[in-house]
């Protein structure tokens, strides 16, 4: 398997794991929506990023100041994953699932969203 196949799982990969949490989002509000669309978008600017490598690769030529911009973007969009998922945990949620971050039912073992074994932690405030 050469380098470019393998970079080319990964992306779909990547793609994989956003279009599942695009259908796990329905019914968990708009929280977990957001994050999924935020995951999305980064799945299209690693695309985007492994095209601008694949063409360097391929011609030597690449736009320097455009996948700086990619990488930036992606950066602030993983930040702003990390604060909605900060904002579910201070949510009115009474469990917060310690893997993943979303709101948990009560009487609930394992996380619905990632599996996790779920500790008894309640919010303390
Ligand atoms: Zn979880």
């Known amino acids: 398997m050469d380098f470019f196949d393998e970079l080319l799982d990964k ?3 990547a793609f994989d794991v956003a279009v599942k949490a695009t259908e796990d989002v329905v019914d968990t509000g708009k929280q977990k929506f957001n994050i999924a669309s ?18 360097f690769k391929k011609n030597g030529e690449i736009d320097d100041a455009a996948v700086d911009e990619l990488i930036l973007s992606i950066d602030e969009k993983l930040l702003k994953i990390e604060e909605i998922k900060e904002e579910i945990r201070n949510s009115k949620a009474d469990r917060v699932c310690a893997n993943c971050g979303a709101a948990i039912e009560e009487n609930t073992i394992f996380c619905p969203f990632c599996g996790q074994k779920l500790e008894f932690t309640t919010e303390e405030e």
């Open 38 to 55: 935020l995951e999305s978008k980064i799945s299209k600017d690693y695309k985007t990023l492994g095209e601008a490598f694949y063409a």
């Open 11 to 13: 992306a779909r990969v």
